[in-house]
């Protein structure tokens, strides 16, 4: 079984910075593409980035910029720093892994983390 536990979540002000973190159970995270993914309130959840197990990145046109996804498989942990937030930022944030690339879609992701909230006040 494969586990998630995201950190790094909090309250932050507007064009502030927050590193999440993602760190993952089990033995092969080398081989995983990880993912990270947000749900604000009464919206659904949105793709935000990902990484392949070879460290090739992709992001959600909106957030390209402000938002780097990375991974340290010596830690087998995942990072999302975030610069320059903004209100519209705030959510939940989730990690997620699945086999070797990752995928905009959310449906293709294996194992989930509980998530994380941020918050950006204005």
């Known amino acids: 079984q494969v586990q998630l536990v995201e950190s790094g979540g909090g309250l932050v002000q507007a064009g502030g910075s927050l590193r999440l973190s993602c760190e993952v159970s089990?033995?092969?995270?080398?081989?995983?593409?990880m993912g990270w993914f947000r749900q604000a309130p009464g919206k659904e959840r949105e793709f935000v980035a990902g990484?392949?197990?070879?460290?090739?990145?992709i992001y959600a046109d909106s957030l390209k910029g402000r938002f780097t996804i990375s991974r340290d498989n010596a830690k087998k942990t995942s990072y999302l720093q975030m610069n320059s937030l903004k209100s519209e930022d705030t959510a939940v944030y989730y990690c997620?892994?699945?086999?070797?690339?990752?995928?905009?879609?959310?449906?293709?992701?294996?194992?989930w983390g509980q998530g994380t909230q941020v918050t950006v006040s204005s």
């Open positions: 997620a892994v699945r086999m070797i690339v990752p995928d905009t879609s959310i449906q293709t992701w294996d194992y």
């Open positions: 089990g033995r092969t995270f080398s081989a995983y593409a």
């Open positions: 990484i392949s197990r070879i460290s090739t990145t």
